[in-house]
DNA sequence: TTTGCATATCGAGATATATCGATATAAGTT
DNA sequence: AACTTATATCGATATATCTCGATATGCAAA
């Protein structure tokens, strides 16, 4: 984890919007069960906007941003595309704060 | 943890310069030879100011930052305010993102 | 009490971030 | 091809953050 990783990590995670969202991807049934498809990559864009109380393209750059940082993942299908959590950089993440912090 | 304070924390250690303090507490005999009392309640700000590279009124503002989120604590003795690490806080924080991140 | 040092606060300017509406792109439908 | 739906990008504006120098405050020494 080099310190250009950890910053992009902890400046994603230091807006509310973006821990929401990525809190809600932990339990896409619970959260989206709007969803028609299966969650087997996540959750589509829609679904996220429609929860967030935030403009559609605001979402779609916090997406975006997320990603970035790699805590997130995204799968077109189609037109859609869907966000699901990178456990494996979450879980790096929280350890490594853990460690060094 | 509240949200609040998760928040606050979070927002504190999104800034570099307030990363590099926190952890250049973590050894202050190492980091900080320079200073002539003992270590008992940290590091003065005139230390990490001189460390920083940074203003002393920026670096002030830093460790006022770090205080409010509840990372660091401080004490006056004298002129000198000495800061220090806030352990069981830090450890709270990492173990509670652990947790729910 | 005046002077000097250590730290905090204030006000201003610069940069970064959040947000939106409008529009572009990509894909599906008719 | 034209139209609709889903998402991304762009440009603008508002708000937040970072940083500084100047100054205020707290304390100690002369």
């Given at each position: 984890?080099?310190?250009?990783d950890l910053?992009?990590?902890?400046?994603?995670?230091?807006?509310?919007?973006?821990?929401?969202?990525?809190?809600?991807?932990?339990?896409?049934?619970?959260?989206?069960?709007?969803?028609?498809s299966?969650?087997?990559?996540?959750?589509?864009?829609?679904?996220?906007?429609?929860?967030?109380?935030?403009?559609?393209?605001?979402?779609?750059?916090h997406?975006?941003?997320?990603?970035?940082?790699?805590?997130?993942?995204?799968?077109r299908q189609?037109q859609?595309?869907?966000?699901?959590?990178?456990?494996?950089?979450?879980?790096?993440?929280?350890?490594?704060?853990?460690?060094?912090?």
């Amino acid at each position: 984890m080099t310190q250009n990783d950890l910053d992009s990590i902890i400046k994603a995670l230091s807006n509310p919007a973006r821990r929401d969202i990525l809190a809600w991807l932990k339990s896409p049934e619970i959260e989206f069960p709007e969803q028609c498809s299966n969650y087997e990559h996540g959750v589509c864009v829609g679904q996220i906007f429609e929860k967030a109380g935030l403009s559609q393209s605001t979402v779609s750059s916090h997406l975006a941003n997320l990603q970035r940082a790699g805590l997130v993942s995204s799968k077109r299908q189609g037109q859609w595309v869907y966000y699901q959590r990178n456990e494996e950089c979450i879980a790096e993440f929280a350890d490594y704060l853990k460690q060094t912090l």
